[in-house]
């Protein structure tokens, strides 16, 4: 039977199954494909989608609105300064009247809360595009980005976090690595790691796929045979600049470096940022590194939008380019 995710919102991974998550990722290729072949693709032309930002971005609304562009989409951006959403209009409003205009909304913000209601009161399709606690369409970039490093093959992967395992990324990371059946590694300090729930959402999906989870402080306990490894931010968006010093202080020694890479899997390895993890923290902080971080905004346009307002019979509002992810493979002699 075909997948059909049709007028469905897309506010966090664990409402999909591995098989729906794989379309998304066949789906967002053969866009990306699409593109690179100078092949039209404006399968939504007519159709509007407006992006609601809590939160400011650079590459979230670059791929968003590239995305609903090459699908023919008409797209509008309002800013913090520019919704009354929280201010003179409830979230319920805001949702009632953006779905009565639009055929689908984009909502970058805060509070999971805020999205969830979105997509309840909204009466058309809602796509995360970050909250506190979950950032799923980063997911589809940054693995479609894994699945060109590794040909498509990354069932039994291993994937590492390493740093603030706590975070809306490496939470994300633990769920669809455990939905499609990559072993995830958290390492970082020992109260940073993913909150109880969300392990115990993972465990059972992780073992019926075949993989495993693994929280730990050691480095070269997580490296050991690691096939991407993947860091963050020193300090997430939103949290106090008074962060910033012990923050440093306790990841310092999970940065990525030519260190981390003493046990590399005998496999081809990679490596995985999010994008700001090279730039520097206010002041003079020194830069959390991400071994060579080259951009990949192609898988993120072309995973931006996953679920567009049409049938999932046809190509719909897939991924278009992306958030840098993982960089080309690390030569040996890099590593060494």
């Known amino acids: 039977m075909g997948v059909s995710l049709s007028g469905r919102n897309f506010i966090k991974l664990l409402d ?12 967002s290729k053969n866009l990306k494909d699409m593109k690179r072949a100078g092949v039209p693709h404006r399968y939504l032309e007519g159709k509007n989608i407006v992006l609601l930002f ?13 995305g609903g562009m090459d699908l023919g989409m008409g797209v509008t951006y309002l800013d913090p300064g520019s919704s009354q959403m929280g201010k ?19 909502f970058r913000g805060f509070a999971q809360e805020d999205v969830e209601e979105l997509g309840a009161k909204a009466g058309v399709p809602v796509w995360n595009g970050l909250t506190d ?54 390492c970082g300090p020992k109260h940073c790691m993913p909150a109880d729930d969300v392990i115990e959402a993972c465990k059972p999906i992780a073992a019926e796929n075949g ?24 300090v997430s968006m939103g949290e106090p600049d008074e962060v910033w010093a012990e923050r440093i202080k306790e990841l310092e020694p999970y940065r990525v470096t030519k260190e981390s890479w003493p046990w590399p899997s005998p496999r081809r390895s990679s ?16 830069r959390r590194p991400s071994s060579s971080a080259s951009p990949r905004w192609k898988s993120r346009t072309r995973c931006s939008n996953p679920l567009s307002p049409r049938s999932s ?17 690390l030569s040996r002699d890099w590593r060494h």
């Open 54 to 66: 809590q939160k400011t971005s650079t590459r979230t609304r670059c791929a968003f609105e590239v």
């Open 88 to 106: 003179k209009e409830s979230i319920e409003d805001t949702a009632r009247v953006l779905g009565r205009m639009y055929d689908g909304i984009e």
């Open 133 to 186: 606690l979950w950032h799923p369409t980063q997911m589809l970039a940054d693995i479609l980005t894994v699945q060109e490093n590794f040909n498509y093959e990354i069932k039994g992967r291993t994937l590492v976090f390493m740093g603030d395992c706590k975070n809306n990324v490496a939470r994300s990371l633990m769920v669809v690595c455990s939905k499609l059946g990559m072993n995830f590694v958290a």
């Open 211 to 234: 993989c495993s989870i693994l929280l730990t402080e050691d480095v070269k306990e997580a490296c050991t045979g690691a096939d991407v490894i993947y860091t963050d931010v020193w």
């Open 271 to 286: 490596c995985t940022a999010c994008p700001r993890s090279t730039t520097p923290t206010p002041r003079s902080a020194p």
């Open 313 to 329: 019979t046809r190509p719909r509002t897939a991924c278009t380019p992306s958030r840098p992810s993982c960089t080309p493979p």
């Open 16 to 27: 999909f199954s591995t098989e729906e998550i794989e379309y998304l990722l066949k789906l």
